[in-house]
């Protein structure tokens, strides 16, 4: 069984940016797409990034993250990082790390594995 640890989120104004990260341990995850979801109040969960185990096709990103959000993950250390700059108060949600077995799956939302979510909220 993986777990997935997220870190990071926190309360931030409008503009300003956040860091978050993902540690997974247990069960390898080498052959595991990953990335990030996020739920926002009130809406149905987002794909935000994420990649396929291998690495290629790069790094898919919902629209509403291209150009702000930037997906990177150290393999040597099992850790994801989402960093997003300029957000805005539609961003506010939880942002949850997840694996599953190919990028197809994860950018529908067919998902194996969820962390357990770290909220973000920006304020105007």
């Known amino acids: 069984q993986a777990q997935l640890v997220e870190s990071g989120g926190g309360s931030v104004q409008a503009g300003g940016s956040l860091r978050l990260s993902c540690v997974a341990s247990?069960?390898?995850?080498?052959?595991?797409?990953m990335g990030w979801f996020r739920r926002a109040p009130g809406k149905e969960r987002e794909f935000v990034a994420g990649v396929a185990w291998h690495g290629g096709g790069g790094i898919y990103y919902g629209d509403f993250a291209k150009g702000r959000f930037t997906f990177s993950r150290d393999t040597s250390k099992n850790t994801l990082f989402l960093q997003m700059n300029d957000l805005n108060v539609d961003d506010t949600a939880v942002y949850f790390c997840v694996a599953t077995g190919t990028i197809a799956d994860l950018r529908r939302g067919s998902i194996d594995y969820w962390g357990q979510g770290t909220q973000v909220t920006v304020s105007s």
């Open positions: 247990g069960e390898d995850l080498s052959r595991h797409a």
